[in-house]
């Protein structure tokens, strides 16, 4: 069964810093999309990024970018001088290609310390 | 309106209750799903619709009862619930239920309905 994993419940960062949030997820397939969705606290969640997992090049959104590592079935989230309004929780989540089903991982509830 | 509509954002009911949540989505999307999201746990999937069929019930009790009228309406009627169903319940809306390899299937959320059981 595919599972996600985000391994850290809480991280923080400051103003203007960069931070990484992490994502493993277990999948014996070979064709699938990873997403990085952020739900601030209006509850309403919004996609950040999305990448294919045929595709090599790391997919990239302003200020969002992230490193994934097919082989070590990892994806994790750059966010790059982070901003107030980046506070929010983050959610990691799989779908595989044939099937509509989104898997979502636990979530990182992400502070921005001014 | 634009996007995924979800009313009432805020609902108290008691156990004995019967009450509807509703989701509307402006996107002529094919495909629409209930999500509940409960305090420091990952997103439950509890049903999902493709061009109105039923195509998922994720072991979903039979106090929640999903109605898909049309493509763009989905409802989740609510009868004799428990104190645990107090929960966040997100609706969300894609393209369409079945992907294909040159595609992805975003998923687009509404604002969520926060339910309460007394």
């Known amino acids: 069964a595919q599972t996600v994993t985000q391994s850290q419940p809480e991280m923080s960062v400051q103003e203007a810093e960069t931070v990484t949030l992490s994502c493993t997820y277990d999948?014996?397939?070979?064709?699938?999309?990873l997403f990085w969705y952020k739900q601030p606290p209006s509850r309403q969640m919004i996609l950040v990024i999305r990448?294919?997992?045929?595709?090599?090049q790391n997919a990239t959104e302003n200020r969002f970018s992230v490193n994934f590592q097919k082989a070590a079935k990892s994806f994790s989230l750059k966010i790059s001088d982070s901003q107030l309004g980046d506070a929010a929780m983050y959610f990691c989540?799989?779908?595989?290609?044939?099937?509509?089903?989104?898997?979502f991982g636990p979530g990182t509830s992400l502070s921005v310390i001014p | 309106e634009t996007g995924v509509t979800q009313t009432p954002r805020h609902l108290v009911m008691g156990m004995t209750n019967k009450k509807s949540l509703k989701c509307e989505q402006h996107?002529?999307?094919?495909?629409m799903y209930w999500y509940k999201q409960s305090a420091k746990k990952p997103l439950e999937l509890m049903f999902v619709?493709?061009?109105?069929?039923?195509?998922e019930n994720n072991s979903v009790p039979s106090r929640f009862s999903p109605e898909c009228p049309n493509s763009s309406h989905l409802f989740l009627h609510l009868h004799t619930l428990q104190p645990e169903d107090s929960a966040l319940y997100l609706c969300?809306?894609?393209?369409?239920?079945?992907?294909?390899?040159?595609?992805?299937?975003?998923?687009?959320f509404g604002p969520g309905t926060r339910l309460t059981v007394l």
């Open positions: 969300a809306s894609s393209q369409d239920g079945i992907l294909a390899l040159s595609s992805y299937n975003e998923q687009f």
């Open positions: 989540a799989y779908i595989r290609t044939s099937y509509d089903k989104v898997i």
């Open positions: 990448q294919e997992a045929y595709k090599q």
């Open positions: 999948t014996s397939e070979s064709d699938y999309y």
């Open positions: 619709y493709n061009f109105k069929e039923q195509t």
């Open positions: 996107l002529g999307h094919n495909a």
